[in-house]
């Protein structure tokens, strides 16, 4: 199978450590709240209506994580609601994760790495050094171009025998001001690459029955605009439609499969954080994602997708754009994550919990999302969104002291899930599924 080179890295589109811009988005004096909801729902959403404030969080059963600006703190607080204060000053939070240009040690043993946040070129020169590292069984990958030209950058790993096993294909950075899903890739990347090279067992018979497709980051432009200029920033830095005034995609928004299957799960105000475009895939990112994933479905099949997010702690499988719909696989799907989820809390020192189930059912409706259309179009045996730490303490803004334990529980995470991808947990027939492609 093959794949167009990438050219010289595209240094020059973003040379240098990235630098933030003189209009860098001040968050000082804002405040993030978790207000409870619960059967006040409906009562909590009438009194927030008199409020300004930025949605923050996905759960809006149980509570709603909002960010207020330091204008409408006492505003807030006079509405009398229940709830407590996540980051008393985010300003001060985003300085104390804010990423370093100090440099790391070439050596993959070394986890100096994920000690801190790093730029957008200085991750690419990471994940080049860890191709340089594997040489005769890797190579540099892209499935594309973003809106303002970077490169859709990735690696392709293999064992035993070359190239040309099934799928294991990762998605990352996809909202771009999830910082922590990209470190947690390399992290994973670099356990696979030195698990196979020093001989052990069970990464060796992971290169050896699996190809791995790796992405860090998806939304690049979107990333390095988080860095620069807004660090909260979710989409991508496409113009709006027409005379929209507003930027942006969401790129988990815009995928074929369920694009437009209701009203619910996604937004056609192009000034939202889930505006899902005009058309689907009318995204370049998502077209080259889309592109990629019908030619592994036509060549070799997917037996595994993952799209990295955070937050939450969550392992959702489809279907998120009908919380009423199941698919066939669902058993041998939750019988797996229940697995996955017990080993990331037995090996983590803060006994980190994962709540998993379907995706619309588990947190809430999504339409054209990635898990859904990579199972259905792409035909993947296993399709899973992981929201990555934490529930809500840190959010977004998660300190770079989790960074490594991050990684590690989630590559705990991984040796049990890739193991037991050909195993059988449910024989039972579920409801029919028809898609149409």
Not at 58 to 79: G, K, N, T, Y
Not at 101 to 125: A, G, P, V
Not at 191 to 218: A, E, M, R, W
């Amino acid at each position: 199978m093959r794949f167009l080179p990438l050219i010289s890295l595209c240094i020059s589109l973003v040379a240098g450590a990235a630098v933030r811009s003189p209009n860098f988005k001040s968050y000082d004096g804002y405040k993030v709240f978790r207000v409870k909801t619960g059967r006040q729902l409906s009562h909590v959403h009438d009194k927030l209506s008199t409020i300004s404030f930025e949605k923050w969080n996905h759960d809006v059963a149980r509570h709603i994580d909002i960010l207020l600006p330091p204008d409408q703190v006492a505003a807030f607080e006079a509405l009398g609601l229940q709830s407590t204060c996540m980051h008393d000053n985010l300003g001060a939070s985003m300085a104390s994760e804010s990423f370093t240009s100090t440099r790391w040690k070439r050596q993959n043993s070394n986890s100096s790495w994920f000690d801190s946040y790093h730029s957008y070129d200085e991750h690419i020169e990471y994940f080049e050094h860890l191709h340089q590292s594997f040489p005769n069984q890797s190579e540099w990958i892209t499935s594309g171009t973003s809106y303002q030209g970077r490169d859709i950058y990735g690696l392709h790993l293999w064992g035993a025998s070359g190239p040309g096993k099934p799928a294991v294909l990762y998605h990352g950075t996809v909202h771009a001001r999830e910082w922590i899903t990209a470190p947690v890739i390399e992290y994973i990347t670099t356990q696979l690459i030195n698990g196979y090279k020093v001989g052990d067992n069970t990464t060796q018979g992971f290169l050896n029955s699996y190809d791995f497709y790796i992405f860090p980051f998806v939304n690049p432009d979107g990333f390095v605009y988080s860095q620069t200029t807004e660090r909260l920033w979710r989409k991508n830095r496409q113009p709006g439609p027409r005379n929209a005034t507003c930027f942006g995609r969401d790129i988990n928004r815009n995928w074929p499969f369920g694009w437009s299957a209701n009203t619910r799960g996604a937004s056609t105000n192009p000034c939202s954080q889930t505006y899902k475009g005009e058309s689907p895939s009318d995204t370049p990112e998502n077209r080259g994602l889309d592109a990629f994933v019908r030619q592994l479905r036509d060549t070799v099949g997917i037996k595994l997708f993952i799209d990295w997010h955070s937050y939450g702690q969550y392992l959702l499988s489809p279907y998120g754009f009908n919380e009423t719909l199941y698919a066939p696989e669902l058993g041998k799907w939750t019988a797996t994550a229940s697995l996955v989820s017990e080993s990331i809390r037995d090996s983590s020192a803060a006994r980190t919990t994962f709540t998993f189930g379907p995706s619309g059912a588990t947190l809430y409706t999504t339409t054209g999302a990635s898990i859904d259309h990579v199972y259905a179009v792409g035909g993947a045996d296993f399709a899973y969104t992981i929201e990555l730490r934490d529930t809500g303490a840190f959010g977004f803004v998660l300190p770079p002291e989790q960074i490594l334990p991050s990684g590690r529980e989630q590559w705990e995470g991984q040796k049990v899930l890739l193991s037991l991808l050909d195993e059988e947990f449910f024989d039972g027939k579920g409801p029919a599924v028809f898609v149409e492609d």
